[in-house]
């Protein structure tokens, strides 16, 4: 299913981590996916019935599984 925000809204969201990077629709493997990429660090932020669930404990990616993926491969 294809993400259907309103663009205005889409516009003034941001992550919500330190950088307060700009959104982008969709997850990297799958642009149509119901999520929210940050531009910055590549968190994933799910969304849910359309509301955008911006919460650092919901977040897929980014660096803090990057940096655990590191540790474990070590």
Do not use: F, K, W
């Not at 990297?28 to 932020?45: F, K, S």
């Not at 650092?56 to 993926?69: K, N, R």
């Amino acid at each position: 299913m294809a993400l259907t925000l309103d663009a205005q809204l889409l516009e003034i969201l941001a992550c919500p981590s330190p950088d307060h990077a700009p959104l982008r629709p969709g997850n990297p493997g799958d642009p149509e996916a119901d999520a929210l990429t940050c531009t910055e660090c590549g968190r994933v932020y799910p969304v849910r019935d359309g509301i955008p669930v911006l919460l650092l404990d919901e977040a897929t990616g980014g660096p803090a599984e990057s940096e655990a993926s590191d540790a474990d491969g070590a």
